[in-house]
Structure formats: C-alpha cells, structure tokens
C-alpha cells in the first residue's frame, strides 16, 4: 500500500462541455502569475509609503493586495476544475507575468502611478481571458475573469484618483 503523501498531481480530462481547457487554463495561469506580482509590488508599496498620504495610500494598498491574495486562490482552484495543474514554481510566476520592477525607488505619486498602471495591464488581460473562456464555453472562467477585470480596473482608478495633481 503506498502512502498517503505519495500522491502526486496530475491533469485530469473534465467533460463539462469547456473546450479547449489547456489555452483557457495557461491563460488563467498568466494572469495568476500578474495577480502574484502585483501583490508582491503592491505590498511592498505599502511597507515604504512615506508622506502626507501616508495613512491614505497605507490603507489601499492593503485592501488590494488582500483582495489579490484571496483571488489568486480562486485563480488557482480554477486551473485544477478545469483538470490542469496550477504553477508550482517560482519562475512559471516570474517568467510569465506583466509586471516588471521598478529600477529606482519611487516617491507616493509614483507609486501610486506605477500600481495604477499594473492594474490597467492586468485589466487588459483579463479582458483577454474572458474572450478566450467565451468562445470555448467556458462561462465560469469568463464571469470569475470579469469580476477580477472589475476590481483592477476599481484599483487602477482609486490609484489614479490618488496621485492626480
């Protein structure tokens, strides 16, 4: 009898009716790959903060990259329904998304800026994804894709709201 903890994961075939699980599970894998970095970016936005906004920016962060935490579980466990396995290595998550470093640190305004920007991308991504999850008969990974599209493009404009002059 092998142990319990010698399972290893594997794909699974699903027949739910969603075709073409392999191209809508790759595309959900990079938009959990944006949705990890930009947490990471985002908390560490929140860490540095310095200034009059201080408190204001502090707070938002904090509330965005708690939301993208809980998302990226659903991201996930959307790649597994659909019998894929979801990335299990740092560089799948690294190599894969949108969201780059910033080479110099950045004032509030910048910051801000530079979030408000990341969530436009992944935004247009995720618009991506739902024309993908559509036209394969994918209607659970096209409302999860636009409720994530809702909070970026929400995330982008409180951003934005922030650092305007």
């Not at 004032?107 to 920007?117: F, N, R, T, Y």
């Not at 990974?141 to 994530?148: F, I, K, M, V, Y």
Request: aromatic fraction near 6%.
């Amino acid at each position: 009898m092998a142990n319990a903890l010698d399972v290893v994961p594997e794909r699974q075939e699903i027949k739910t009716g969603v075709r073409n699980t392999q191209t809508i599970a790759e595309a959900l894998a990079e938009v959990l790959s944006d949705t990890y970095a930009l947490i990471l970016k985002t908390h560490a936005y929140h860490w540095n903060v310095e200034g009059p906004l201080f408190y204001s920016v502090h707070n938002l962060t904090e509330e965005q990259y708690t939301d993208m935490f809980e998302a990226a579980d659903e991201l996930a466990e959307r790649i597994r329904a659909l019998g894929h396995l979801a990335p299990m290595k740092l560089s799948a998550i690294t190599d894969t998304s949108i969201i780059a470093d910033r080479q110099t640190t950045p004032s509030a305004g910048e910051m801000c800026s530079d979030l408000a920007q990341n969530h436009e991308r992944v935004a247009h991504r995720l618009h991506a994804l739902i024309e993908v999850a559509e036209t394969n008969r994918d209607m659970v990974t096209a409302d999860l894709a636009t409720e994530r599209s809702a909070f970026h493009e929400k995330a982008a404009w409180m951003l934005r709201a922030l650092s305007a002059q």
